[in-house]
């Protein structure tokens, strides 16, 4: 952003610099508090199993029709979030995700002999994913309105590192409350944590008066002489949609690709230490926390680093490789082991951590591209057009692991990660040239 928009910025935002941290910490509380429900509920997956009376396959569709239900609803609320602004669709959002949890509590948590269909617990996570997947475009633009290039990528990896920290805290205390008190507690806790973020978003959450002026300014041009309006639209239409740039739908689909591995971890990682490990009920919340943890720690690392080098695509190769050759090693070892496991589970335990941090460090920075390339305008277009191939990865990752584990067991599991990830290297867009970085500021400066 050049010198004269920077004094723009600054001059007419009047809540002050220092605010746009209390907005970031209002994304990172709702993206905390939905990623403890669709990344939290996953890591209850044995006693899902065990206390809805499910078996492989059915566990696989429920867990599934959480990603599902973002994927589908993604986009949507991007073009929603576009259209009304951030603040309203998160308040809707987090408020009717609660209300969603809510209802799962009252009518369909296993109660003493009462145990519910698996038509109503897969329709209850499928709207909670519907009514939560507002959350995730609404915080990323938001962020982007109050950060500037130079910023964004620490700003957005951050509001990321929410996701497996909000996931970390749901590996530790939804298992126990699972276990111990019900899954009705559980959904509780869950609901219990969007009301309140959206009682943060309620009091902090406001667009930057620059934002403000630019929806003024757009609504004026209503007015305009219809050459001045038609010469507008035209320069307009050519940087406007995200549908339809190339570059945003390579990351998007990269980003796709490269959660395979990640999301077989955060979905079948407990029965795979449970089932062929025989790891128990500490060590798997203790391994699942440090993956979400690890992930955490990566993601604001690499924000930082990639905002002072510039090189957010070459980050996101580099990641989809690392992670391809982790998980191979992870079939490998288990395919060696065989039947000789049981002495191998911290083995076991620490190369899914390493696999599960590699496969997840690369999602701020991915995000921060994507926002970049659309414009903070259409922010929330972008990033909704890259959780939605996030989360259609989330829904047919858990329906495929069961089918791979009839056909080859866990190897081929951990192998058909690895091609996954390396899929992602040649769909991810090389990296950007200098006239072309400098021509992306220059139009998310105006």
Same mark, same amino acid.
């Given at each position: 952003?050049?010198?004269?928009?920077?004094?723009?910025w600054?001059?007419?935002?009047?809540?002050?610099a220092?605010?746009?941290?209390?907005?970031?910490? @209002?994304?990172?509380?709702?993206?905390a508090?939905?990623?403890?429900a669709? #990344?939290?509920?996953p $890591?209850?997956?044995?006693?899902l199993? #065990?206390?809805?009376h499910?078996?492989?396959?059915?566990?696989?569709?429920?867990?599934?029709?959480?990603?599902?239900?973002?994927?589908?609803?993604e986009?949507p609320?991007?073009?929603?979030?576009?259209?009304?602004?951030?603040?309203r669709?998160?308040?809707?959002?987090?408020?009717s995700?609660?209300?969603a949890?809510g209802?799962?509590?009252?009518?369909?948590?296993p109660?003493?002999?009462? !145990?519910p269909?698996?038509?109503t617990?897969a329709l209850?996570?499928?709207?909670?994913?519907?009514?939560g997947g507002s959350?995730?475009?609404?915080?990323?633009?938001?962020?982007?309105?109050?950060?500037?290039?130079?910023?964004?990528g620490l700003?957005?990896?951050i509001?990321?590192t929410? !996701?497996? %920290?909000?996931?970390?805290?749901?590996?530790l205390?939804?298992?126990v409350?699972? #276990?111990r008190?019900?899954?009705?507690?559980?959904?509780?806790v869950?609901?219990?944590?969007?009301a309140? $973020?959206?009682?943060?978003?309620?009091?902090w959450?406001?667009?930057?008066?620059?934002?403000?002026?630019?929806?003024?300014?757009q609504r004026?041009?209503?007015?305009e002489?219809?050459g001045?309006r038609?010469?507008a639209a035209n320069?307009?239409?050519?940087?406007?949609? /995200?549908?339809?740039?190339?570059?945003?739908?390579?990351?998007?689909?990269?980003?796709? &690709?490269?959660?395979?591995p990640?999301?077989?971890? !955060?979905t079948f990682?407990? @029965?795979f230490?449970?089932?062929?490990s025989?790891a128990?009920?500490?060590a798997?919340?203790?391994?699942?926390?440090?993956?979400?943890?690890?992930?955490?720690?990566?993601?604001?690392?690499s924000?930082?680093?990639?905002?002072?080098?510039?090189?957010r695509?070459?980050?996101?190769? &580099?990641?989809?490789?690392?992670?391809?050759?982790?998980?191979?090693?992870?079939?490998? !070892?288990?395919? @060696?082991?065989?039947?000789h496991?049981? &002495?191998?589970?911290?083995?076991?335990?620490?190369m899914?951590?390493?696999?599960g941090v590699?496969?997840?460090a690369?999602?701020?920075?991915?995000? $921060?591209e994507?926002?970049?390339?659309?414009?903070?305008n259409?922010?929330?277009?972008?990033l &909704?057009?890259?959780? $939605?191939?996030?989360?259609?990865?989330l829904f047919?990752?858990?329906?495929?692991?069961?089918?791979?584990l009839?056909?080859?067991?866990w /190897?081929?599991?951990?192998?058909? %990660?690895s091609?996954?990830?390396?899929?992602?290297?040649?769909v991810?867009?090389?990296?950007a040239?200098a006239?072309e970085? #400098?021509g992306?500021?220059?139009?998310?400066?105006?």
């Amino acid at each position: 952003m050049n010198n004269q928009s920077d004094t723009a910025w600054k001059s007419t935002d009047v809540r002050g610099a220092s605010h746009r941290w209390k907005v970031l910490g @209002v994304g990172f509380a709702a993206n905390a508090s939905f990623s403890a429900a669709f #990344s939290g509920i996953p $890591t209850t997956a044995v006693f899902l199993r #065990s206390g809805y009376h499910l078996d492989n396959g059915a566990l696989g569709l429920v867990l599934g029709m959480l990603g599902l239900g973002i994927a589908v609803s993604e986009l949507p609320w991007g073009l929603l979030t576009d259209r009304w602004g951030d603040r309203r669709v998160l308040l809707l959002g987090l408020l009717s995700t609660a209300a969603a949890l809510g209802g799962l509590a009252v009518f369909a948590a296993p109660s003493g002999a009462h !145990v519910p269909g698996v038509t109503t617990l897969a329709l209850g996570l499928l709207l909670v994913g519907l009514l939560g997947g507002s959350v995730n475009g609404s915080s990323g633009r938001a962020v982007m309105a109050w950060f500037r290039e130079g910023e964004r990528g620490l700003a957005m990896s951050i509001r990321q590192t929410a !996701v497996p %920290a909000g996931g970390g805290l749901g590996a530790l205390v939804l298992p126990v409350l699972a #276990s111990r008190f019900g899954f009705g507690s559980a959904y509780c806790v869950l609901a219990l944590a969007c009301a309140l $973020t959206a009682g943060f978003a309620w009091h902090w959450l406001h667009e930057p008066a620059h934002v403000e002026a630019e929806a003024r300014g757009q609504r004026d041009t209503q007015n305009e002489q219809p050459g001045r309006r038609a010469a507008a639209a035209n320069v307009a239409s050519r940087r406007a949609s /995200p549908l339809r740039d190339i570059r945003i739908w390579r990351v998007a689909l990269g980003a796709g &690709a490269l959660c395979v591995p990640q999301l077989a971890v !955060v979905t079948f990682g407990t @029965v795979f230490l449970h089932d062929f490990s025989r790891a128990g009920v500490l060590a798997i919340s203790v391994t699942m926390a440090a993956v979400q943890t690890g992930a955490a720690v990566a993601r604001v690392w690499s924000g930082s680093w990639t905002d002072r080098r510039g090189n957010r695509r070459g980050y996101m190769r &580099a990641c989809s490789l690392l992670t391809a050759v982790l998980f191979a090693s992870l079939a490998l !070892v288990t395919g @060696v082991a065989g039947m000789h496991h049981a &002495a191998m589970t911290t083995v076991f335990a620490l190369m899914i951590v390493l696999g599960g941090v590699s496969a997840s460090a690369w999602h701020g920075v991915a995000f $921060t591209e994507l926002a970049t390339l659309a414009g903070t305008n259409r922010a929330g277009t972008a990033l &909704a057009i890259g959780n $939605t191939c996030v989360f259609l990865t989330l829904f047919v990752t858990p329906l495929a692991i069961p089918l791979l584990l009839r056909l080859g067991s866990w /190897p081929m599991v951990w192998a058909v %990660a690895s091609v996954c990830a390396l899929i992602a290297l040649p769909v991810f867009p090389r990296p950007a040239r200098a006239v072309e970085l #400098s021509g992306s500021r220059a139009y998310d400066a105006t």
